[in-house]
């Protein structure tokens, strides 16, 4: 049995939450943690009930989006210990395969936080196409790369995204909101000092 913190978070490689746990870790001096990309809220506050991990990330609220509705629905099914409530500027880009151009998009895949953050830019700019929800904007992107989405889709992620599976930034900084913050929670299993 290893002695290594682990983290699970709402999200893939390259997501917001994965952002927000390092955070986490640095205001609560954790060093070295292992992050478990857990995707989903349910699957976060399951895994910190089951004790598979030591703590859990995962958004609440978005000053655009507003409510995450999934993490809404996970808090009513599990128990937790909440450790910090902290927020985390969040830039949504608009990443495609290398090489494609704004104007050969048929279909915009994000997670639906994600989609409201960006509606007024989507509305002006892709009106027409199709706004695809996925799970998690991290494993939108990935899913991308890997020819799992049509290679004239885009998705809507972080900038990390672009790097870590070779897609091209569109457009930067597309959300709507100026100071576009999201609340995330650091939680723990209930009862645990």
């Known amino acids: 049995m290893t002695n290594k913190i682990t983290i699970g978070i709402q999200g893939g490689k390259g997501s917001f939450s994965e952002e927000a746990a390092h955070e986490f870790a640095h205001n609560h001096g954790i060093d070295g943690a292992s992050i478990e990309y857990l995707i989903s809220s349910e699957a976060v ?6 004790e598979s991990v030591d703590y859990g990330i995962f958004a609440m609220e978005n000053a655009q989006g507003g409510v995450v509705i999934e993490s809404i629905e996970a808090l009513a099914t599990h128990r937790c210990d909440i450790v910090e409530m902290f927020h985390i500027p969040v830039d949504q880009n608009l990443l495609g395969l290398v090489g494609t151009h704004a104007g050969d998009l048929t279909e915009i895949h994000s997670h ?3 989609l409201r953050q960006c509606k007024d ?3 002006e700019h892709f009106w027409t196409r199709p706004l695809v929800e996925e ?10 790369a890997e020819g799992k989405l049509p290679a004239t889709a885009a998705v809507i992620a972080n900038k990390a995204c672009a790097d870590l599976y070779g897609l091209e930034i569109l457009q930067e900084s597309i959300h709507d909101l100026k100071h576009n913050l999201t609340l995330f929670l650091g939680i723990k299993k209930l009862g645990d000092s």
């Open 45 to 50: 506050l399951a895994a910190v009930e089951n």
């Open 112 to 114: 639906q936080q994600a």
């Open 121 to 123: 830019y989507l509305s």
């Open 135 to 144: 799970d998690d904007t991290a494993e939108a992107a990935r899913r991308l």
